[in-house]
T-cell receptor
Framework: GQQVMQIPQYQHVQEGEDFTTYCNSSTTLSNIQWYKQRPGGHPVFLIQ?????EVKKQKRLTFQFGEAKKNSSLHITATQTTDVGTYFC????????????FGKGTLLTVNP | NAGVMQNPRHLVRRRGQEARLRCSPMKGHSHVYWYRQLPEEGLKFMVY????????ESGMPKERFSAEFPKEGPSILRIQQVVRGDSAAYFC???????????FGSGTRLTVV
């Protein structure tokens, strides 16, 4: 079945440093989604990428979808303490595969 | 516009009891998904439902687990004869269409003692 891998599992940065998490799928995806979960909280939808090679920005966050639609990345510029949490990517395999498969996530901690 | 409502937030059950987890999707959302999360793990898909229909239950154990989304009322995830290994956070999510981003509820933390 479809597998979604994320690296790194953990990342600790000093406030102001950049952060990147990478996501790879074992199969081609129709779209990829990113979520953020604060400690003790629930996942919150950040963005969806659909097109091959797509790049989207949300303030300090940059999301990319690979040309082959099998990988994606999330880059945060100049991290802040409010960025703390676990970032999950989730792949949608398309109309014949209904479930959104989540990666294990990258836990980001930020030292002030 | 209330978000996805899950209750209870915390549920403690003794081994062998039944657990019922409820989820009311966002208004206008007809697609409901249940996920299970263990500490420091990702979200594991359990079941996908639309009103009165189970679309995909491939992630749900064949025994003891069942889910429904009736025409009226919330979606229910039911776990019979709970065991310690069922202890986890169970999240419900909803979306207006299948390929849209999900809105998650706050989850039900189930503890089996």
């Amino acid at each position: 079945g479809q597998q979604v891998m994320q690296i790194p599992q953990y990342q600790h940065v000093q406030e102001g440093e950049d952060f990147t998490t990478y996501c790879n799928s074992s199969t081609t995806l129709s779209n990829i989604q990113w979520y953020k979960q604060r400690p003790g909280g629930h996942p919150v939808f950040l963005i969806q990428l659909v097109k091959s090679g797509e790049v989207k920005k949300q303030k300090r966050l940059t999301f990319q979808f690979g040309e082959a639609k099998k990988n994606s990345s999330l880059h945060i510029t100049a991290t802040q303490t409010t960025d703390v949490g676990t970032y999950f990517c989730a792949g949608d395999g398309g109309s014949s595969n209904y479930k959104l498969t989540f990666g294990k996530g990258t836990l980001l901690t930020v030292n002030p | 516009n209330a978000g996805v409502m899950q209750n209870p937030r915390h549920l403690v059950r003794r081994r062998g009891q039944e657990a019922r987890l409820r989820c009311s999707p966002m208004k206008g959302h007809s697609h409901v998904y249940w996920y299970r999360q263990l500490p420091e793990e990702g979200l594991k898909f359990m079941v996908y439902l639309q009103k009165e229909n189970i679309i995909d239950e491939s992630g749900m154990p064949k025994e003891r687990f069942s889910a429904e989304f009736p025409k009226e009322g919330p979606s229910i995830l039911r776990i019979q004869q709970v065991v310690r290994g069922d202890s986890a956070a169970y999240f419900c999510a909803s979306s207006p269409e299948h390929n849209y981003g999900y809105t998650f509820g706050s989850g039900t933390r189930l503890t089996v003692v």
